[in-house]
Every structure is written in structure tokens, then in C-alpha cells.
């Protein structure tokens, strides 16, 4: 894979990861104070999103790919692991909070004694992951804008 094609995938990849958990950082201020019934019947929109987290993956593995095939530069290379790292961190966040939230309501189709509480620790998950997802694209750019050819200036 050359250098250009592999920068631009970072790119794609990595801003298409941020749509899903932007979409929950945007939607959390109308969510979050909604009544259990009205919260688990918006809540269903979300249903078959369990495959978008594919793009996290890879968003992981082409930011270390570029990291590999940049390594020979320093920014590039660094930048590139941290946006890998971020991605890396997304998954940790989710299966720390958002996935233990998912399992305790069935996907939030059954209200469990504490359902406040995992709705608290299900949409901070995703605003926390949406920081993360924005910070690992702006690394995964820099990286991309900070590489030079072998010989230029």
C-alpha cells in the first residue's frame, strides 16, 4: 500500500468512526433528562448500530498500518500511534461502560431497577468516546499533513 492511499484511508476511516458517536454527543442534551418510557422508545433508533463499530476497528488498524509505513519520520509516526492509541481507547471506554450498560437493559429494551443510572453511564461513554474520536482525527490529519517525501523540504 503506498503512503497516499494509506493517508487517505486514515483520513476517510478515521472522520466516518466519529459520525456515530457525534451523532450521540449531539443528541444526549434532548435525551438525557427524558422519562424512562420516552428514553427506551428513542433509545430503539440505535438498534443494528452494533456494526459501525466495525469502523473503529478499522480506524485502529489503518492508523497503525500508517504508523508502520511512516515510521521512518518522527511527527508522522508519532501522531499516527496517538490517533491508534485514541482508537484503542474508544474500545476500552465502551467495554468499561457502554457495553455493561447494553447487556443490564438488553439493549435497552428492559428497565432494570438502576436504568438511570446506566442511561448516565451509556451517554457520558459515548460523549466520552466522541472527544476521543475527535482527537484521534485530528491526529490521524496532522500525522497525514506532517509527512514529507524523501527529499523534499
Do not use: D
Amino acid at each position: 500500500m503506498t503512503v497516499r492511499v494509506a493517508q487517505f484511508l486514515v483520513i476517510i476511516i478515521s472522520a466516518l468512526a466519529l459520525i456515530p458517536s457525534g451523532a450521540h454527543l449531539a443528541a444526549l442534551p434532548n435525551k438525557i433528562a427524558l422519562p424512562q418510557s420516552e428514553y427506551f422508545t428513542v433509545q430503539a433508533i440505535y438498534y443494528g448500530w452494533a456494526i459501525l463499530g466495525l469502523l473503529w476497528l478499522a480506524a485502529v488498524t489503518i492508523n497503525a498500518l500508517l504508523a508502520v509505513i511512516v515510521r521512518s519520520q518522527k511527527w508522522p509516526f508519532r501522531l499516527s500511534v496517538a490517533a491508534a492509541l485514541c482508537f484503542a481507547l474508544v474500545f476500552a471506554v465502551f467495554f468499561l461502560w457502554t457495553f455493561p450498560a447494553n447487556q443490564a437493559t438488553n439493549n435497552w429494551r428492559t428497565a432494570p431497577e438502576n436504568w438511570a443510572t446506566l442511561r448516565q453511564q451509556w451517554e457520558h461513554s459515548h460523549a466520552a468516546n466522541s472527544v476521543f474520536l475527535f482527537v484521534a482525527l485530528c491526529l490521524a490529519t496532522l500525522s497525514v499533513l506532517s509527512w514529507r517525501r524523501t527529499g523534499s523540504p
